[in-house]
């Protein structure tokens, strides 16, 4: 069990239910995760069972419930250490006042008890129960061992109660649950922010079976959307051809053409705050396409390219264009070309990489060097995921200063 308390949104939630009336609660605190872009897989203790179904929640977090220890086919699709392996972060909503006293005993004689035992996650839990079950000493005490061992405690809150009581004992609301959960996302930098990121390459086709490509694997523009979305954005990812699985959380639009990707993004542009072409697009493209597969024929083939549209220049001169960020991909004279590249372009930010076939392309390393007009930044060599996460938090700097009115200018007197 983890002893981290905060941690950055997570996005692969275990939602444990124990029994208990709150648990018809915890239908809808699915719902709003969802919402969020969070995947949601729910296990439940048999008592849960007994006061909503499991079909409630399949329904509702588009995954198969898990209720035993002992389900061979379940376990056989994923295996209880693999589901406390899989979790973000687990929460236990409600959270029963046996399951606490079990979970503070360490047992694990049920899946739910199980995957708490054996997640390196954060476990949070949100007790609810009887106000005086609630203020009895022995579960005082299992709660202070819990927290003690870093389990996060959320609530209870105070109210009316199922059995007619008043007190402190009712679960908190899935709103505020919810709150808990992404408050790093709501106080992130970029939070309520549309960010449209471009990544991977594009494939402009030759004839039916042939194209002209390049070396991008996506990684670098697939590592910026999902710091984008920590940062607290609201990510619309056009991607060209990758083998990437999409990170959760955000819309993924795919595409193959430059002629593609310029309408994906000029599709979604409109609500867009901040765009980052971070795909690596062709420049040419054939003029025109074979119908059938072109034949070993001639000994000498000419091929007749064209310019293709250039996405970024043409967000950046939008009348209401969004912060524009472009990257620069550069094997020599890097901050040079990056220079130009910023100026003729008419852009906010540019972020150059010097590459090759050993560096920056299809790598999980970059380093990236960011100009802007009258500024720079170096951010070293690293992995694409700690890099982005750098790069994210300077845009997110850059826009902010871009966003303050210009200062007044000072009256000169006399
Ligand atoms: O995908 P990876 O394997 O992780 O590799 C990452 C990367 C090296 C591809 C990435 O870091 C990168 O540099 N992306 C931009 C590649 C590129 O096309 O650079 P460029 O200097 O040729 O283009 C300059 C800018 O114009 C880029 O923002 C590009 O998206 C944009 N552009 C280019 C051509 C075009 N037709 N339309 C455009 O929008």
Request: aromatic content about 6%; overall charge neutral.
């Amino acid at each position: 069990m983890s002893t981290a308390t905060s941690l950055p949104v997570a996005r692969r939630i275990l939602l444990g239910v124990t029994g208990g009336i709150a648990a018809y609660k915890s239908a809808d605190l699915v719902r709003r995760l969802r919402e969020r872009g969070a995947e949601v897989q729910v296990v439940m203790t048999d008592g849960a069972t007994k006061f909503v179904t499991p079909l409630t929640f399949q329904a509702l977090s588009g995954r198969p419930v898990r209720t035993d220890l002992w389900d061979d086919a379940a376990e056989a699709a994923m295996g209880h250490i693999e589901l406390a392996r899989w979790a973000e972060l687990v929460l236990v909503a409600p959270a029963s006042a046996d399951f606490l006293a079990r979970l503070a005993g360490g047992h694990a004689d049920d899946l739910l008890s199980t995957a708490c035992l054996a997640t390196a996650a954060p476990v949070w839990v949100a007790p609810a129960m009887n106000r005086e079950m609630w203020a009895d000493a022995s579960t005082q005490a299992n709660v202070r061992t819990l927290a003690a061992r870093g389990v996060r405690v959320l609530g209870p809150t105070e109210g009316s109660q199922a059995c007619g009581e008043t007190g402190p004992g009712r679960m908190l609301e899935p709103e505020a649950l919810c709150a808990a959960l992404f408050a790093a996302e709501d106080a992130g930098p970029l939070a309520g922010l549309n960010v449209v990121i471009s990544a991977g390459p594009t494939r402009e086709p030759l004839d039916p079976v042939r194209f002209i490509s390049n070396r991008s694997s996506g990684k670098m523009g697939f590592a910026v959307a999902a710091a984008a979305r920590d940062a607290g954005a609201r990510v619309t990812l056009v991607s060209g051809p990758v083998s990437l699985a999409t990170p959760a959380g955000l819309v993924r639009v795919d595409v193959e053409t430059a002629a593609q990707m310029y309408a994906a993004v000029h599709g979604v542009i409109g609500t867009a705050d901040i765009y980052i072409g971070a795909a690596a697009v062709a420049d040419y493209t054939p003029v025109c396409c074979a119908e059938y597969k072109i034949k070993k024929t001639a000994d000498c083939l000419e091929l007749s390219l064209h310019k293709a549209p250039d996405i970024l220049a043409s967000v950046a001169a939008l009348e209401r264009r969004p912060y524009t960020v472009g990257f620069a991909a550069e094997t020599n004279d890097v901050e040079k070309h990056a220079l130009a590249k910023l100026v003729r372009k008419r852009l906010d930010l540019i972020a150059a990489n010097e590459v090759g076939t050993d560096r920056a392309f299809d790598r999980e390393d970059n380093a990236l060097l960011l100009l802007w007009p009258g500024g720079r930044r170096e951010l070293a060599l690293q992995s694409k995921s700690a890099l982005a996460r750098e790069f994210v938090a300077v845009v997110a700097e850059r826009f902010h200063a871009a966003r303050q009115p210009a200062a007044a200018p000072v009256p000169v007197a006399g």
